[in-house]
């Protein structure tokens, strides 16, 4: 063969390579300014990275995917029907590539198991699994303790993760944490949404108890006073 084609071939191909990493910088950086400016719009902070925050986690998506990269990072805290309530989303990067967009809502109390919540439809084997519990709604559930996990999963809990959606891969509680993973490129509307449902699974399994002290501080006024930080294990 003429080493003129091959020498065609090779520019076509570089050209197409050079298209296409334009192209997904492109719709990365659309996606850093619209979460950028969703995060303005609640008041809340946002960081391009954080190499931190994902390894306080380490089941769900975390254990699928691996801790990767936060990218495109919010902090804040959102109300929910039992009160406020510490926020983050993320997107999950490994090896260059986005496979999720995290989002955490943060309990009061820590809960002793592990309970992640699968789309059947996902091949969400690996090592080290959960016990398969069985079926809860749609998902199907792997827990770390069986008995603590027939305790917290609760009728309420099946309706409130049946409210999630099926574009969610999986759901899943750890410490004191509600996550869940969204597809790449989820719109800010699709997260107030994803938050709204999440922070009602935070109310079913982190009820409100008037006598239960809270570990937040506190202003002069008896107000909570939230300083989201990125990283490391617990908020400043």
Known sequence: MPAWVWFTAFVVLAVAGLALLATDRAQRTARNRERRRWAGLRGWQFAETDHVLPTRWHHGAIAYYGSGVARDVVAGSTFTADGRRQVYVLDLENGGKVNSVLVGIRCRRT??????????????????????????????????????????????????????????????????????????????????????????????????????????PTDDNGGEVYRPSFGGRNPA
């Open 111 to 216: 809960h002793p198991v592990v309970v992640e919540l699968w789309l059947p439809s996902v091949p969400f084997q690996r090592e080290q699994m959960p016990d398969l519990l069985g079926p809860v709604g749609q998902r199907y559930a792997f827990v770390s303790d069986l008995t603590a996990a027939r305790m917290l999963i609760t009728p309420d809990l099946v309706e409130a993760a049946e409210e999630i959606g099926g574009d969610v891969t999986v759901v899943w509680l750890e410490e004191d944490w509600v996550l869940a993973a969204a597809p790449p490129g989820a719109s800010p509307a699709r997260l107030e949404r994803l938050l709204r449902d999440v922070g009602e699974l935070a109310d079913v399994v982190d009820p409100f108890e008037a006598d239960t002290p809270s570990d937040e």
